[in-house]
């Protein structure tokens, strides 16, 4: 730990982080000269910081993509049907479209595991972007901060405006996800 290292493996480095810290730590990370191997959930952090997205597909497949979360997601094509293989499992295999697995039915038009997970923590995600929000709207009432300090009120004015579609995204996402729990009968938190 004490020598000097161009490898970085960082774990969710965003929980918990105030605005200002997490510029900070962007500002940092843009500056490091190595390797930084980041894994978030904080897709609009990845998008400022990341130049290379490995992405966990599935099925043990990871790919490759050049750039953030965005690009990445921009890039991804819908899921082609699994190719019969002799040791697919059916309910890894379904597809995202919610229609019924070709296999057992287990699953139906319910969610996946991740997808389940996905549901349960998106409200403390959009309680933090909405807590991220108004702290940025406070910082950005003072009338004053553009004529003092115009850089720090470009910031604030770009992450406001990330947080603002990040929190949009996030409802869109939990409402899809919240109404295809539903309808397969599962309960929704």
């Known amino acids: 730990m004490a020598r000097e290292s161009n490898l970085l493996v960082l774990d969710e480095p965003t929980n918990d982080l105030d605005i200002e810290t997490l510029d900070l730590l962007q ?7 190595g390797t930084v191997l980041l ?3 904080d897709r609009d952090f990845l998008d400022r910081v990341a130049t290379t997205t490995v992405a966990m597909e ?7 993509h050049a750039g953030g ?3 990445y997601a921009a890039r991804k094509t819908p899921e082609p049907a699994p190719e019969p293989t002799s040791k697919t499992h ?3 295999a379904a597809p995202r479209t919610g229609t019924p697995a070709t296999g057992s039915g287990r699953h139906g038009g319910g969610l996946s595991f991740t997808e389940k997970h996905r549901l349960e923590t998106l409200p403390a995600t959009i309680e933090r972007l909405e807590a991220e929000i108004a702290r940025l709207e406070d910082l950005l009432s003072d009338s004053g901060l553009f004529t003092r300090e115009p850089e720090k009120f470009r910031k604030a004015t770009e992450a406001l405006a990330a947080r603002q579609g990040a929190l949009s995204a996030a409802e869109e996402d939990w409402l899809s996800l919240a109404a295809r729990s539903e309808a397969a009968g ?3 938190t």
């Open 58 to 64: 599935g099925n043990g497949r990871a790919t490759v």
């Open 69 to 71: 979360w965005s690009d």
């Open 27 to 33: 500002e940092l990370l843009d500056d490091y000269d």
């Open 186 to 188: 599962d309960s929704v």
């Open 90 to 92: 059916p309910k890894a």
């Open 39 to 41: 894994v978030s959930h």
